[in-house]
Each structure stands twice: as structure tokens, then as C-alpha cells.
């Protein structure tokens, strides 16, 4: 009795699905996501921190 290629590509679905799932898990909690905007610049360059 052969696999029809529907179900063959079901289960091969259903079987990236569990792997993606398990991945995910794995590496949760994430750091968080890169931030596609870079922040303003600073403007104190001197390094004496905030003034006063």
C-alpha cells in the first residue's frame, strides 16, 4: 500500500511545523528584535556624563 503524494506532503508539512515549533521553544524567551531606526546621537561627547 503506497502514500498518496497529498498525504505525503501533509505529513512532510505537518513535520516542518513540529521542527519550527520546537525551534522556537528552544530559543524563547528571545533577545529583543533589532531595531531597524538607529538612535539620535548624543549630544554630550565630552564622556562627564549628565550635567548638572
Given at each position: ?17 513540529e521542527?519550527l ?32
Open positions: 500500500m503506497s502514500t498518496k503524494p497529498k498525504d505525503r506532503d501533509a505529513k512532510e508539512k505537518a513535520r516542518l511545523e521542527e515549533e520546537e525551534g522556537l521553544e528552544e530559543t524563547f524567551p528571545a533577545s529583543d528584535p533589532v531595531s531597524a531606526a538607529q538612535p539620535a546621537p548624543s549630544r554630550d561627547k565630552g564622556g562627564r556624563g549628565r550635567r548638572q
